[in-house]
Every structure is written in C-alpha cells, then in structure tokens.
C-alpha cells in the first residue's frame, strides 16, 4: 500500500494487546491512539501501548490520523461504538460477537455500507491452515456429502474470571456465556465449513459451576439444510465448567 492506515484501538484489555501487536507486525497499518473507558487509567494504557489514550470514544474517531478503529469493548458495547465510527466515516474491526441480537448486527452492517466503510469481525480461526484446508476439501467435494458435523468446547474459566470485570456473565453486555463468548469461534467454524444453513431442533443451557447470570454449560442439536450438507445433523457442546480444560474440536463427517 501507498499509504498507512491509522487504526485506533477502543478498549485497553487483554484483547486490545492482541490487536496492537497485530497492527504493529502489519505491513500498511499503524497504532495511532486508544481510548478506554476508565480515563484515570489512561496514563497507563498510553504508557503500555505507546501511543495517545484519548478521553472518549468521541476524541478518538474526531482525529484525522486514525482511519479504522478495533472495538475491543464489551460485547454489549459493540453496536452503538459501531455505529459512531459509521457516523465519523471510520473502518470498523469488531471483536466477537459481533452484537448481541440480530437487529443490532444489521444496523451495524447497514451503517457501514451507507457510510462507505469497511465492517469486520474478529473471527479468525477462519484463517488457520488446517480449518482453510478443510474448507477447501469441503468445497472441492473431496468429502462428498457431508451428513454429521459437530463442535466441541470443553473449556474452564474460573470464578475469579468472571469476577475480574463487572460485565463478564451478564446477559447485557456479554449477551451470553459459554456459546455467546468462548464457543463462538467454534460455532462460526462449523457453520462456515458445513456450508449451509443451520435450524436449531433442540437445546438446553444453565449454569451449572459458576455464580453467572448466563450458561457456562450449553448443548443443542442441529438440523443443517444446502447444497453439500442437506438433512445433516450436527451438535453443539460449549462450557466454561470443564475443569482443568481440554482442547476444542470441528468434526466434519
């Protein structure tokens, strides 16, 4: 590229790191600025990252020198952060999820089509070598039909992981627990490789070893429908009380 892209990081958690570390191995992008929401820490985010931590969110999309910014904020944050950057004509990176309901992932979608600018959420196991190459036998129909695909998460987080932030385990701003926030990665996988669309024909969820609001245990039973995986069936399995924790699985069949 000709130019660098000044990207802005909103939020300055665990996450943010990833994101300042992936700009700053990017050939074409540049950390400009954060901004995060507890401004007596800001000295401190500014201090870590390298670069100006700004008041508000409203300081950080009004510079000139930022032209994308990474939303790394609580999930229920996402869609009103969105649609401001839309407003100030900024390219969007979500972290997952995306939003917390449908209505709100399509605002964002339509806000930033209208405001000419890019929209993209952060669901990166997509890229990793074996899930491409499995895509890519999927679509070349080295499998043939598919007739059973299936998403294992078995993780543990302990309590003091939902603890350490007030919205973590709310169903306001984390929208959900075990599926909405560790099993979505695996969730978007199995969707993307099965290649069709998904009818849920069962499911139950609670929370089972954890003082949370939503699941840290989930389960349902799939129905898929198109053109390579028509009538298959497929399962979800996702909780954060698997203690120690094991290693995720994709199971296409």
């Known amino acids: 590229m000709s130019t660098e892209i000044g990207f802005g990081i909103v939020g300055a958690g665990m996450v943010a790191r990833y994101h300042a570390r992936a700009i700053a191995e ?8 954060v901004c995060r929401a507890d401004a007596s820490r800001a000295d401190e985010a500014a201090a870590e990252l390298g670069v100006p931590c700004e008041p508000s969110l409203e300081a950080l999309l009004a510079r000139p020198d930022v032209d994308a910014v990474c939303l790394c904020t609580p999930s229920g944050l996402h869609a009103q952060q969105c649609l401001a950057a839309a407003r100030a004509s900024k390219h969007v990176l979500v972290e997952k ?24 959420v952060a669901l990166q196991r997509r890229t990793d070598f074996a899930c491409r190459a499995l895509h890519d036998a999927i679509r070349a ?13 078995p993780y543990f987080r302990p309590q003091s992981y939902y603890d350490s932030a007030a919205w973590r385990g709310t169903w306001s701003l984390d929208g959900g627990g075990a599926l909405m926030n560790q099993g979505i990665h695996m969730v978007d996988l199995l969707l993307w490789l099965m290649g069709g669309e998904a009818e ?4 139950s969820g609670g929370a089972v070893g954890h003082d949370i609001e939503v ?14 995986c028509e009538n298959a069936r497929g399962t979800i399995v996702a909780t954060t009380a698997a203690a120690p924790g094991f290693p995720h699985r994709i199971e296409i069949y």
């Open 26 to 33: 990017t050939k074409g992008a540049r950390l400009t600025a």
């Open 97 to 120: 999820p995306m939003a917390l309901n449908l209505a709100d992932a399509d605002a964002m979608i339509a806000a930033c089509r209208d405001a000419g600018v890019r929209l993209g």
């Open 141 to 153: 129909n080295e499998l043939g039909r598919l007739v059973l695909g299936t998403a294992t998460v």
């Open 200 to 203: 849920v024909v069962g499911a």
């Open 215 to 228: 699941e840290d245990c989930v389960v349902a039973a799939l129905r898929f429908s198109g053109r390579r």
